[in-house]
């Protein structure tokens, strides 16, 4: 019984001992992760052949990234705290983003199709609740993909001195105003100008979890669209077939639709602005999507890469992978719900 407690004493303290680490070297951990990354980016090509060895090895990095981050952010901020239920929310929608490949592949290796079929429906309806959630009782006015985004770690380095600065001041969660402690106003170099922002990474946390009240009734409507469009497409799916263009025609034209109504808004944050950004880049990945892919830009795309290869010095290297791993890539990540 000794061993056992001893044991687990001593997985505690290496807990605790890799948390301290990871806040201490931010860098150090931003290069092992993206060294884990390029592993995986090389070995899931190898790995073909067994593509549930591939998804698991392309969505350990990110589940790392994501561990990671929630230890600098309660090491450093952990007076920023998101409500409970919103900050548990987005942890998880962007674990299902990391790994809902993962799943479906295991699914499919377990039940066949129609497991397949039957978990991409589960998870997409828990990720439409989850985000639905955020929107109407948490008052997002826009969802990021992933949630919880990667943590800035070059600009929370060149924002230290910032920290040494919110020692002698603090921000009102409400209004965002800096108010200079009583500590600090004992300083022999006290001046009566009002104190810096702590930092400019504790603002855009601030900025991010600020409650917005006036929701405007067309930036909801562009959301809710966008995130029901998962379901509305798998639901015409299961009734026209994956052959079929009513279920690629009704996303695109759901997506633009959102698109358009978002266009009209310009009280946009920066980071609401990245993300309408992102939504519109998605739109290039039709072409790569079934039935489009299949009838239009299929031949196409393997007649540029071959061309490439040919033309230009080195380029074989990278568009002869590309090509043989197309097929693979369009089959599992290419659909109107991932994006």
Same mark, same amino acid.
């Given at each position: 019984?000794?061993?056992?407690?001893?044991?687990?004493?001593?997985?505690?303290?290496?807990?605790?001992?890799?948390?301290?680490?990871?806040?201490?070297?931010?860098?150090?951990?931003?290069?092992?992760?993206?060294?884990?990354?390029?592993?995986?980016?090389?070995?899931?090509?190898?790995?073909?052949?067994?593509?549930?060895?591939?998804?698991?090895?392309?969505?350990?990095?990110?589940?790392?990234?994501?561990?990671?981050?929630?230890?600098?952010?309660?090491?450093?901020?952990?007076?920023?705290?998101?409500?409970?239920?919103?900050?548990?929310?987005?942890?998880?929608?962007?674990?299902?983003?990391?790994?809902?490949?993962?799943?479906?592949?295991?699914?499919?290796?377990?039940?066949?199709?129609?497991?397949?079929?039957?978990?991409?429906?589960?998870?997409?309806? =828990? !990720?439409?609740?989850?985000?639905? *959630?955020?929107?109407? &009782?948490?008052?997002?006015?826009? /969802?990021? $993909?992933? %949630?919880? +985004?990667?943590?800035?770690?070059?600009?929370?380095?060149?924002?230290?001195?910032?920290?040494?600065?919110?020692?002698?001041?603090?921000? =009102? !969660?409400?209004?965002?105003?800096? *108010?200079?402690?009583? &500590?600090?106003?004992?300083?022999? /170099?006290? $001046?009566? %100008?009002? +104190?810096?922002?702590?930092?400019?990474?504790?603002?855009?946390?601030?900025?991010?979890?600020?409650?917005?009240?006036?929701?405007?009734?067309?930036?909801?409507?562009?959301?809710? *669209?966008?995130?029901?469009?998962?379901?509305?497409?798998?639901?015409?799916?299961?009734?026209?077939?994956?052959?079929?263009?009513?279920?690629?025609?009704?996303?695109?034209?759901?997506?633009?639709?959102?698109?358009?109504?978002?266009?009209?808004?310009?009280?946009?944050?920066?980071?609401?602005?990245?993300?309408?950004?992102?939504?519109?880049?998605?739109?290039?990945?039709?072409?790569?999507?079934?039935?489009?892919?299949?009838?239009?830009?299929?031949?196409?795309?393997?007649?540029?890469?071959?061309?490439?290869?040919?033309?230009?010095?080195?380029?074989?290297?990278?568009?002869?992978?590309?090509?043989?791993?197309?097929?693979?890539?369009?089959?599992?990540?290419?659909?109107?719900?991932?994006?």
């Amino acid at each position: 019984m000794a061993s056992s407690k001893d044991v687990k004493k001593t997985l505690v303290q290496w807990c605790e001992d890799y948390k301290r680490w990871i806040a201490k070297n931010p860098n150090l951990v931003s290069d092992i992760e993206s060294t884990v990354k390029y592993v995986s980016f090389f070995t899931a090509g190898r790995l073909n052949s067994s593509t549930l060895a591939s998804e698991f090895v392309y969505s350990l990095p990110n589940l790392m990234v994501l561990f990671n981050d929630q230890i600098i952010r309660a090491s450093r901020y952990s007076e920023l705290k998101l409500p409970s239920l919103q900050s548990k929310l987005k942890i998880w929608l962007t674990v299902i983003d990391y790994t809902e490949a993962l799943f479906e592949v295991s699914a499919k290796k377990l039940w066949g199709e129609a497991g397949r079929w039957f978990i991409i429906s589960l998870i997409q309806l =828990l !990720k439409v609740v989850m985000r639905l *959630i955020l929107v109407f &009782r948490y008052k997002e006015r826009i /969802t990021q $993909t992933p %949630a919880v +985004p990667p943590l800035n770690r070059e600009k929370l380095n060149n924002n230290n001195d910032g920290m040494q600065a919110s020692k002698d001041a603090f921000s =009102l !969660k409400r209004s965002g105003k800096v *108010i200079r402690t009583v &500590r600090s106003s004992a300083s022999q /170099t006290r $001046t009566w %100008a009002p +104190p810096a922002s702590t930092s400019t990474v504790e603002s855009e946390e601030l900025e991010n979890n600020v409650t917005i009240e006036s929701l405007k009734k067309s930036l909801l409507i562009a959301e809710t *669209i966008h995130i029901l469009k998962p379901l509305v497409h798998l639901g015409c799916l299961s009734l026209s077939g994956p052959k079929n263009w009513n279920p690629w025609l009704l996303s695109f034209l759901i997506d633009l639709t959102s698109l358009k109504l978002f266009s009209k808004e310009t009280s946009l944050t920066g980071e609401e602005r990245e993300e309408i950004c992102r939504r519109r880049i998605g739109l290039l990945l039709y072409i790569l999507r079934s039935p489009f892919y299949d009838n239009c830009s299929r031949m196409r795309i393997y007649h540029m890469l071959e061309f490439v290869s040919r033309s230009i010095p080195l380029a074989k290297l990278i568009a002869e992978p590309i090509a043989r791993y197309l097929p693979h890539w369009q089959n599992t990540y290419f659909y109107m719900w991932s994006s």
